[in-house]
């Protein structure tokens, strides 16, 4: 689940930051997109197809950037995530992503779902892989 979502909010930030020049550099691109895939639900412990929408902008310096990303989602099963957020930085040195979500059932169940990753930007060789996925309330 991780990787699936690190990889779909890395290509929509190179995305928007072609789309940005030099001339507008200050100014931040906004973007949109969306991914889905097949997780393991933490209340169910059943598989569960995924879908998370991503709306962000993007405030890029040269090869360095801010990003700060809304979620939004929906599971196969009923869950729905209505305000996750995702942030994501590159300062030349090391990028990094960090998410919290919160999932939630009409019949009361819950989930998070919270993600950080640092990584050399250039080798995409990963420093902290941090994943957690844990049901609140069944």
């Known amino acids: 689940m991780r990787r699936a979502l690190f990889v779909t909010t890395a290509l929509?930030?190179?995305l928007a930051g072609s789309t940005a020049s030099p001339?507008?550099?200050?100014?931040p691109t906004a973007f949109t997109d969306s991914d889905t895939f097949i997780d393991t639900n933490p209340c169910s412990g059943l598989p569960d197809r995924i879908t998370v929408h991503f709306a962000g902008q993007?405030?890029?310096?040269?090869?360095r950037?801010?990003?700060h990303i809304s979620r939004t989602g929906t599971t196969d099963s009923g869950y729905v995530m209505d305000h996750g957020v995702q942030h994501?930085?590159?300062n030349?040195?090391?990028?990094?992503?960090q998410f919290n979500d919160?999932?939630?059932?009409?019949?009361g169940s819950i989930f998070v779902v919270r993600g950080l990753a640092v990584f050399d930007p250039d080798t995409?060789?990963?420093q902290v892989d941090r994943f957690t996925s844990r049901c609140l309330r069944t």
Do not use: I, K
Not at 58 to 63: F, K, L, S, Y
Not at 92 to 97: A, D, I, L, Y
């Open 12 to 14: 929509g930030l190179l």
């Open 23 to 27: 001339v507008a550099a200050d100014d």
């Open 124 to 126: 995409w060789e990963p």
């Open 65 to 67: 950037f801010v990003a």
């Open 58 to 63: 993007v405030h890029q310096h040269g090869d």
């Open 92 to 97: 030349g040195q090391v990028e990094t992503v």
């Open 102 to 107: 919160r999932w939630r059932h009409a019949d």
């Open 88 to 90: 994501r930085q590159n």
